[in-house]
């Protein structure tokens, strides 16, 4: 599936899953680099939720609807970031923006810690 990008989201079966893992069949944020994507046989990904419950910060962005392609506002979980066999990824919904991904970019390297002094 060499074919996915970096930014754009896609539907994602990522069960089974345990514990505090998203479950069932979800969009999902492709973040990782079109080196990795078209090589690996592993996507990496943050899961997108409906966001109930959820309000929008450093680590949880907010998306509006018919951003990506998503039929819902929702917010994209940077903190539950995943690898995922590309086998899961099940069809494409739509592309982010740049503005969308620097936040997630943001997101990722404070989880991460992967600031440079």
């Known amino acids: 599936m060499s074919h996915v990008q970096r930014g754009e989201v896609y539907m994602v079966k990522p069960d089974p899953s345990i514990g505090k893992e998203q479950k069932n069949k979800r969009p999902c944020v492709v973040v990782s680099s079109n080196i990795v994507n078209s090589t690996a046989g592993l996507i990496v990904v ?56 620097q936040k997630i970019d943001t997101a990722l390297c404070d989880i991460l810690n992967l600031h440079k002094n």
């Open 46 to 101: 943050c899961p997108v939720t409906e966001g109930l419950g959820l309000q929008a910060d450093i680590i949880h962005i907010s998306l509006n609807k018919g951003e990506g392609g998503l039929t819902k506002d929702s917010i994209i979980l940077c903190d539950q970031i995943k690898a995922v066999d590309e086998t899961r990824i099940i069809e494409k919904l739509g592309n982010l923006s740049g503005g969308i991904m």
